[in-house]
């Protein structure tokens, strides 16, 4: 008898945890969002639909770029995954819990950490290590294992060497990297980056875009990242494209940056390369595919493609 209940277990936890791996990390369900103004009687004189039935779903370890005109609701969506907005219809699930369900507040948050643009916003310690190990802290972890995590969050984001500076005397990119390990050292499954380098000299953009891609690629924690720069873009998995509040496109980002004039017509920016390769295939040299994103693509298809030797 024992042997067989072993034997219906075994299978039912190893499809479980199949289950759990394959499961969404973010998930929302038809979720729409209202802004609402009061005057000062608290009657209602504005209703502004910042999300308008957005459905996506985000598997655990991709890596996602949210693209969109300024106000098309990337910023709103963001803060409804970190359960800091809740939908006025629809609903988000973190890793299977309900955002909507306060009990799960502090879960969500934990699952899904969040990064904003202004690193100087997001810095509380007066020494690195000590802002590092605000979060986990805050959690209750015991005191040596925030340290354990405070050190690993550092090296991963290449800061450990500044563990005892000022967060004040680092650069942009520096602060940045700082914000986004003290969101590591809550061991997040997912981190949204809203617009992490709009504020930074191109150096400090690059070296967070890399640690952005080492979290995804070695760590396996999955990325949200909202851009406005379309070369942040080249490397997600996938990409949404907002406007008016709906996500109107989704794919890979070749398969978006094919689409050159339905992104013009959403007033998108598009790489430069990718620009390139359309004009020169409308002027005429047809062998070129769509959606290269990047000049050696576009140097190497034009080898290809149109190389006398
Ligand atoms: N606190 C607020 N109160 C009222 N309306 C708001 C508020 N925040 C945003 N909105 C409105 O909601 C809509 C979506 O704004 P949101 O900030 O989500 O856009 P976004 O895509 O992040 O824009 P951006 O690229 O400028 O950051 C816009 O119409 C905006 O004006
Ligand atoms: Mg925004």
Redesign the pocket.
Known sequence: MASVRVCFLLPVSVIYCILLIIMAIVETHGVSFD?I?RDEEGNVSAI?R?LDDVDISVEKGEFIAIL??????????AKHINAILYPTEGYVLVDGKNTADEANTLTVRQKAGMIFQNPDNQIVGSIVEEDVGFGPENMGIPSENIWERVEEALKILGMWEYRKHSPMRLSGGQKQRVAIAGVVAMHPECIIMD?PTAMLDPVGRKDVIRAARALNDVEKVTIIL?T?YMEEVVYADRVFV?QD?KVKMTGTPKEIFSQVEELQELRLNIPQPTRLAYELKKRGLSRLPDGILTEKELVTELCRSYSTM
């Open positions: 802004y103004r502004n910042a969109g005109g300024n106000g098309s609701g990337k910023s709103t969506l617009e909202i406005h907002m509040g």
